[in-house]
């Protein structure tokens, strides 16, 4: 008799051992959404877009992804859609400044914690940011150009952006224009698209024809900074012979710095950029707020390039 309630003790304790590990593969991982401003054919995002699903297979939760090509319209109703589904948490990019307010505070006033990425928007109520300062960004852009004797007073430095009027591009040009504003430094933003052929088209036609009056190139975003190379090539331009700086999260940009194509180029830790977006997200939807916001970002030359080369290349 002793026998068999030992062996019945024994059979209870191993099937509830067995139910803890089963219980816990029963419970399904929490859903969060990723919205991008950004577009899918944009080589940066895939290291963005990277991050991302990098995160979901080292956690088990789940991330559904979408990108809306500056589509502001199209990227309020994805965050409108994940409210609507109950989602855990929310990260997104900023498409324009204050574009995110109201479906941000709807999103709040379901209790839906949501991080800010990429483009910071301080206009918005975001639980946290995670990304670089963009002002600042534009702002080192424009010194650099000066402290190394590239630009001086009376010169032109030409701005080639993929979305004229998005947040980056407004927050970059508000940097660079407190460098060049007091120092009689004049510049244009011109509009490239999102298209890379198109990109590189619009680029060469303007070079062409305004080449002799450019001192200076920054490139407000990573398609067009790293469309220099091809387009210096196109246009018969030697590597080195207009200074430029931009963005440099694409391998067509840490290559254009090895090169001497491009003086320095900005790092914004692309794939960190989402992974840690996304922990705190999860962390504020376990009810720990951040509180705190994360600053990426590293202006790299020709001497550390290879670094950020093998690092885009999976190396």
Do not use: C
Request: aromatic residues 10%; glycine residues 10%; negative net charge.
């Amino acid at each position: 008799m002793f026998k068999k309630i030992a062996l019945f003790v024994l059979t209870l304790v191993a099937a509830l051992m067995l139910s803890i590990p089963l219980a816990g593969m029963a419970q399904s991982g929490k859903v969060f959404y990723w919205v991008s401003h950004g577009s899918p054919a944009d080589p940066v995002w895939t290291y963005f877009l990277a991050g991302a699903e990098q995160w979901a297979a080292d956690t088990g939760n789940e991330v559904r992804t979408s990108f809306h090509s500056g589509d502001v319209p199209s990227h309020q109703e994805a965050i409108r859609a994940a409210i609507a589904a109950g989602a855990d948490g929310i990260v997104t990019s900023s498409p324009d400044p204050g574009s995110l307010i109201e479906v941000v505070a709807e999103a709040k006033a379901a209790g839906i914690p949501v991080i800010n990425i990429n483009t910071p928007d301080d206009a918005v109520d975001f639980d946290a940011y995670v990304g670089g300062d963009n002002v600042v960004f534009g702002r080192n852009w424009a010194q650099y150009l000066v402290d190394n004797g590239l630009v001086e007073s009376g010169d032109f430095v030409w701005l080639p952006v993929e979305v004229p009027g998005a947040t980056y591009g407004v927050q970059e040009e508000q940097g660079i224009a407190s460098v060049f504003e007091p120092l009689g430094i004049t510049w244009e933003v011109t509009d490239a698209t999102l298209d890379q052929a198109e990109i590189i088209t619009r680029m060469s036609d303007y070079l062409t024809a305004n080449r002799d009056r450019i001192d200076a190139i920054i490139g407000l975003g990573d398609l067009v900074t790293g469309s220099v190379q091809r387009v210096f090539d196109q246009v018969g331009v030697a590597p080195g012979e207009i200074p430029v700086v931009g963005w440099g999260n694409s391998l067509d940009t840490t290559q254009a710095v090895l090169a001497g194509y491009v003086n320095a180029a900005q790092w914004q830790d692309p794939q960190a950029t989402s992974y840690i977006g996304l922990s705190m997200a999860a962390m504020a939807a376990s009810g720990i707020p951040p509180g705190f916001d994360v600053i990426v970002g590293k202006l790299y030359e020709a001497d550390t390039a290879q670094i950020y080369d093998d690092i885009l290349s999976g190396q």
